[in-house]
């Protein structure tokens, strides 16, 4: 089993900055792509980046130029660097992480979200 944990939300002002982090743990073998996504009420949850193992990024265009994502593999985490931050970007966020186990099964993992608040 893998368990993926968010932390680093909470309330910013407009243009500032949040750094999101989500650690996984569990008896993992490894991971390939890990990901945030972000919902708020009413809406489908978005794709907001996305990272390789290998380190090769993919952005919405909503968010290009502002955040960034990256992982620490000995970490098994991911952060994702949020500047410029706008009332829009209010959001659950969550992350999630294609990870095969100790056991040979290989699944998609989420974390319980976290909520990011922008205030204008």
């Known amino acids: 089993q893998v368990q993926l944990v968010e932390s680093g939300g909470g309330l910013v002002q407009a243009g500032g900055s949040l750094r999101l982090s989500c650690a996984a743990s569990?008896?993992?073998?490894?991971?390939?792509?890990m990901a945030w996504y972000r919902q708020t009420p009413g809406k489908q949850r978005e794709l907001v980046a996305t990272?390789?193992?290998?380190?090769?990024?993919n952005y919405a265009d909503s968010v290009k130029g502002r955040f960034t994502i990256s992982r620490d593999n000995a970490k098994n985490t991911v952060y994702l660097q949020m500047n410029s931050l706008k009332p829009e970007d209010t959001a659950v966020y969550y992350c999630?992480?294609?990870?095969?186990?100790?056991?040979?099964?290989?699944?998609?993992?989420w974390g319980q979200g976290i909520q990011v608040t922008v205030s204008s």
């Open positions: 999630n992480a294609d990870a095969l186990t100790g056991l040979g099964t290989r699944m998609l993992y």
């Open positions: 569990g008896t993992i073998f490894s991971i390939t792509t």
């Open positions: 990272i390789t193992s290998g380190g090769s990024t």
